[in-house]
């Protein structure tokens, strides 16, 4: 470490988006390497509406690992979070910032602590898939501060032994995570089917129902379907739009058919009195411009939607969606270059 003074503090700051599988992961064929018993695939959404942030530092004056998730210090030292922490530092290689006078050789990387600080703009483990933006950008951030010299799909192998859906959020676009058949999980990695152009006018409107924390985790629910349910290997060739908790996410196939979805969802699904819309419907609000609605008082003017059979009104279910998100497909990991995006100080490597 060829500093003159040890008190330097290097960091990199990385965003990465979360994803929406329409063909699941759902159980394990080896619960330590994460590795699934079918391929899947997702769409990764919009970081713009939905992302994690993080900061990864290294310094000589840091004297163990830590974490800070959402501003509260959390434990490093769960099996996933060290597997990651391994498989990185077993890459790592020289790192030179000849501006800030900072030469790391490849071997002290074993020895040096880290400073991670890491936020979610959306619910945690609620069902988004926090897990899968949240290892992502863990990895991508700190192969980019140690210099990996490994492509993305080779960090999504990385990934997915912090949480499996983790593998697709290194990419952006429309995303395949393929199973592999080694027994060490080294085929068992994420690829790009076509990036988030592709499909230009996909909209994805989620409703979240709850942005609390989820009493069952996709880890233990899969465990749990695997080891009982006999249908396991036939569910796999089923598409549906649930995620791992309550929140409904709906995929239209362009933005004429979500601004309908969008009427009719506001119809049936007003908010409490004394919402403003603006809370209401997040992300990509121009849908609601196609959709006529630009004030509250328009979501309590939307007629019955003509198909409502025999012109019968059901009940509206005020306030039973807690805001709607309206996203699209986004873009992939990137490195935030800026200083003023990090969450821990460049000095101290402590939270700002
Ligand atoms: N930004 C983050 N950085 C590191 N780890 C995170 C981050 N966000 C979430 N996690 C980890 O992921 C866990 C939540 O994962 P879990 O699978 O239970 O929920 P989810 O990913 O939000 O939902 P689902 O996977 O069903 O879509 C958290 O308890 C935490 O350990
Ligand atoms: C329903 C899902 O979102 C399940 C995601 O499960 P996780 O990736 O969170 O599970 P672990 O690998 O145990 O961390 C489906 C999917 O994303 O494919």
């Known amino acids: 470490m060829g500093a003159e003074s040890e008190k330097w503090v290097l960091m990199v700051t990385a965003r990465t988006p979360t994803n929406i599988a329409v063909i699941k992961y759902w159980g394990k064929r080896d619960e330590k390497l994460i590795l699934p018993i079918n391929d899947s695939i997702s769409v990764t959404l919009d970081p713009n509406h939905l992302c994690t942030t993080t900061t990864v530092s290294v310094s000589p004056s840091f004297v163990e690992d830590r974490m800070w998730l959402n501003g509260k210090e959390i434990s490093l030292q769960g099996g996933r979070f060290q597997s990651c922490l391994r498989e990185i530092r077993a890459r790592a290689n020289d790192v030179e910032d000849k501006k800030k006078g900072i030469k790391i050789k490849k071997e002290d990387w074993q020895k040096l602590h880290l400073h991670i600080a890491s936020y979610n703009n959306f619910p945690t483990a609620a069902g988004l898939a926090s897990s899968a933006a949240g290892l992502a950008c863990l990895v991508f951030s700190l192969a980019k501060l140690m210099n990996l010299k490994e492509d993305n ?171 709607f998100i309206c996203t699209r497909p986004g873009g992939g990991p990137v490195v935030l270059s800026d200083e003023i995006h990090a969450l821990l100080d460049p000095l101290t490597g402590l939270p700002n």
């Not at 060739?237 to 979500?258: E, H, Q």
């Open 153 to 323: 799909s080779q960090l999504s192998a990385i990934a997915r032994q912090g949480s499996g859906s983790a593998c697709r959020s290194l990419y952006g676009g429309f995303v395949k995570w393929i199973m592999g058949k080694e027994e060490n999980g080294s085929d068992s990695l994420a690829v790009q089917l076509a990036d988030e152009k592709h499909w230009d006018d996909l909209v994805i409107i989620i409703a979240v129902v709850s942005a609390r924390q989820k009493e069952t985790s996709s880890t233990s629910g899969m465990r749990d379907t695997v080891e009982t349910s006999a249908l396991i290997q036939h569910r796999a060739k089923v598409a549906y739009t649930f995620d791992a908790g309550p929140n409904a996410v709906m995929i239209t196939r362009n933005r004429k058919t979500a601004a309908l979805l969008l009427q009719r969802l506001l119809y049936n699904f007003p908010p409490q009195p004394g919402t403003d819309l603006d809370s209401y419907v997040i992300g990509d609000k121009s849908i609601l411009e196609d959709a006529g609605v630009k004030d509250i008082k328009d979501v309590e003017a939307l007629a019955p939607p003509p198909e409502t059979k025999d012109n019968i009104v059901g009940e509206k279910s005020k306030g039973d969606v807690s805001y």
